[in-house]
C-alpha cells in the first residue's frame, strides 16, 4: 500500500538520512568492506528481484497468449488460533506473477555474480519505479519542505565533508545509477563509471507525480505542470553533468534539481495565476485507503481506476471552507439528494398490519 509523506515526516527525512549515512560511513571505516557488501549484497538481491518482477509485470501481460494457463495462488501465514488468529502474511499472485519472479531471479543470479552495471541499472530502475510508486506526498507544502530539506542535506554531505563520495564509491549495492564513460572504448566491460544516487530520481520524482495529480484535479485536459517539472528535471541533471564536468569535482545532484523542479512550476503557476489552488491541493489518505477518488464525478475502483494513479485521491479543497476530518469530498458531492417537492412512498395498509 502506498505511504503518504506528511510535513511532519518531510520535515524530519534529512536528519533520519543524515544519521544514516553518518552509520554507513563509520560501518565501512570500522569494518572489513567485503563482509559489509556481501551482507547487503544478498538483502538487496532479495529485494531486487521482488522490486524488478513487479515492476515488468504489467509489461509482461502483453505477451502472455489469451489462452495462457493462468492460475491463482495464495501465501497465507498466520499466528495464533480461532477469534485471535492474526495474518501475518498475506499475498496472492498467478502464474504470471512467477514467470516475472523467475525472469528477475535471472537477472539477480547476473548481478550477484558479476555486479554486472546493467544488472545494476536495472534493479536501480526497478526501485525507483517501486519508490514513485508506493511514497505519495500529501500536498504541495509537503513536497517544498521535504526538496528543501534534502538541497541542505545533499550539498553539506557533499561539499563538506567526504562522507557521501565515501560512502558511493565504497557501496556495493544498486542504490545508484551508473554510467560508463568509458563504454565507447571498452563496450560492455567498461569499469570507469559516472553515479546518480536513486534518492535523486525518487524524491523529485514524487513531486513530479503530485503535480501529474494537480493537473488532473484542475479537469483541463492538459498537464502543463507534469510537463514543465518534467522538463525542468531534465534541465538540472543535465546542468549538474555540465558542472561536474567542468571543475572535476562530484555534485550534488539535487543542488540543481530542488531549484528546477520547484521554481519552474511555480513560474508557471504565476503565469496563469493557480499558486493558490497549487498549494490548497491536497491527497486525502483516507479516501485513497477506501479506495475513491476525490475528483469529481469520477470514482475509483479495482475496475475503474483513478485517471491520475489509482486510488490516488486528489482533492482541492474550497477558500474559506474546511473540511472535517475522515470526511469524503466525493462522498459528499454524489450522494443523491432528494428533490424538493418530492414524495416519500406511503406505506400500504397491509404494511401497517404487519408492523
Known sequence: ?????????????????????????????IFSQEYINLLLSMYFFVLGILALSHTISPMMNR?????????????????????SKEEIVNYEFDTKDLVCLALSSVVGVWYLLRKHWIANNLFGLAFSLNGVELLHLNNVSTGCILLGGLFIYDVFWVFGTNVMVT?????????????????????????????????????????????????ISLK????????????AY??????????????????????YLVPACIGFPLLVALAKGEVTEMFRFWLSGSA????????????CSVLQP??????????????????????SSYEESSTPKEAPGASKEEPTEASKKEK
Open 167 to 215: 560512502v558511493a564509491k565504497s557501496f556495493e549495492a544498486p542504490i545508484k545509477l551508473v554510467f560508463p564513460q568509458d563504454l565507447l572504448e571498452k563496450g560492455l566491460d567498461a569499469d570507469n563509471f559516472a553515479m546518480l544516487g536513486l534518492g535523486d530520481i525518487v524524491i523529485p520524482g514524487i513531486f513530479i507525480a503530485l503535480l501529474l495529480r494537480f493537473d
Open 1 to 29: 500500500m502506498p505511504e503518504t509523506i506528511t510535513s511532519r515526516d518531510a520535515a524530519r527525512f534529512p536528519i533520519v538520512a543524515s544519521c544514516t549515512l553518518l552509520g554507513l560511513y563509520l560501518f565501512f571505516k
Open 288 to 299: 485513497r485507503a477506501s479506495g475513491s477518488c476525490l475528483i469529481p464525478e469520477f470514482q
Open 306 to 327: 483513478c485517471p491520475a494513479f489509482p486510488c490516488c485521491s486528489p482533492v482541492l479543497e474550497s477558500a474559506g471552507k474546511e473540511r472535517p476530518a475522515g470526511a
Open 234 to 255: 531534465i534541465f538540472g541533471l543535465g546542468l549538474t553533468i555540465f558542472i561536474m564536468h567542468i571543475f572535476k569535482h562530484a555534485q550534488p545532484a539535487l543542488l
Open 220 to 231: 483541463k485536459n492538459t498537464h502543463t505542470y507534469f510537463y514543465t517539472s518534467f522538463v
Open 63 to 83: 505477451f502472455f497468449p489469451a489462452n495462457f494457463p493462468n492460475k491463482q495462488y495464495q501465501l497465507l501465514f498466520t499466528q495464533g488460533s480461532g477469534e
